[in-house]
C-alpha cells in the first residue's frame, strides 16, 4: 500500500504562488506515475498534471499549461506541484494520486486510473 500526504495549500492572492509537496510512504514510488488532481466545490474532481516515474515525460491540463509545473524527488518519495500566477479559477482541494506504471510515455488524466490517493490541501486564490 501507498500513503500520500499532501501539503503546501493556503489561501492567497491572484498572481501569487504556491508550491505543493506529496510525501508517499509506505512503498517508494520511484516506479509509480504520479499526477495531481483537484476539485472545486460542486465540480467534479479534474485532472491537473501527471508525471511518469521516471519524470521523463509530463502532461497538464490546458488550463493550468505555462503556469503550473510537476516534479519529483524520488530519493524523498516527493511529488511536487509548483503553481505560479495563480488565478481564482484555481481555488479548489487538490489531490495527489499515484498509480504503479513502467511505462516511460503513458500518462492517464483519468481519476480512476489511479489506486493510492491522498486526503488533499485546500488552495484558495483570492482575487
Known amino acids: 500500500q501507498v500513503q500520500l500526504v499532501e501539503s503546501g495549500g493556503g489561501l492567497v492572492q491572484a498572481g501569487a504562488s504556491l508550491r505543493l509537496s506529496c510525501a508517499a510512504s509506505?512503498?517508494?514510488?520511484?516506479?509509480?506515475?504520479m499526477g495531481w488532481f483537484r476539485q472545486a466545490p460542486g465540480k467534479e474532481r479534474e485532472f491537473v498534471a501527471a508525471m511518469t516515474w521516471s519524470g521523463g515525460r509530463t502532461y497538464f491540463a490546458d488550463s493550468v499549461k505555462g503556469r503550473f509545473t510537476i516534479s519529483r524527488d524520488n530519493a524523498k518519495n516527493t511529488v511536487y506541484l509548483q503553481m505560479n500566477s495563480l488565478i481564482p479559477e484555481d481555488t479548489a482541494v487538490y489531490y495527489c494520486?499515484?498509480?504503479?506504471?513502467?511505462?516511460?510515455?503513458?500518462?492517464?488524466?483519468?481519476?480512476?486510473?489511479?489506486?493510492?490517493w491522498g486526503q488533499g490541501t485546500q488552495v484558495t486564490v483570492s482575487s
Open positions: 509506505g512503498r517508494t514510488v520511484s516506479s509509480y506515475a
Open positions: 494520486a499515484a498509480t504503479r506504471s513502467a511505462s516511460s510515455w503513458h500518462l492517464s488524466a483519468v481519476p480512476g486510473s489511479y489506486p493510492y
